[in-house]
Nanobody
């Protein structure tokens, strides 16, 4: 079965940093694009970043550009989201998800095939 498990969430102060991890099983990161999404209470789920299978090209939403960095360790089947200069508006539940499509931009949630359960990130003011 294809599965994704997030870890690394928690509470951080404004301006701080946090690293999220997404460990995948049942498939290779060489074959599936991985996206990070977030959802605040009462709001729609929004795409944060995407890393392509194969070459590992990355894409970022405008609201995290320059602050978040996506990386991958294929041998460990893990995708990382390094989050710096965090703001209260970054607060939400963060999800990683996989798709067999090869995408060229941060996707909408409907394009993803398999989802993790999500992990909470809270940025205090």
């Amino acid at each position: 079965q294809k599965q994704l498990v997030e870890s690394g969430g928690g509470l951080v102060q404004t301006g701080g940093s946090l690293t999220l991890s997404c460990v995948v099983s049942g498939f290779s990161l060489d074959d599936y694009d991985i996206g990070w999404f977030r959802q605040a209470p009462g709001k729609e789920r929004e795409g944060v970043s995407l890393i392509n299978a194969g070459d590992g090209d990355t894409y970022y939403a405008d609201f995290v550009e320059g602050r978040f960095t996506l990386s991958r360790d294929n041998a460990r089947r893990t995708v990382y989201l390094q989050m710096n200069s965090l703001k209260p508006e970054d607060t939400g539940t963060y999800y990683c998800a996989a798709t067999g499509f090869r995408l060229v931009a941060v996707p909408t949630a409907d394009l993803m095939d398999v989802w993790g359960k999500g992990i909470l990130v809270t940025v205090s003011s």
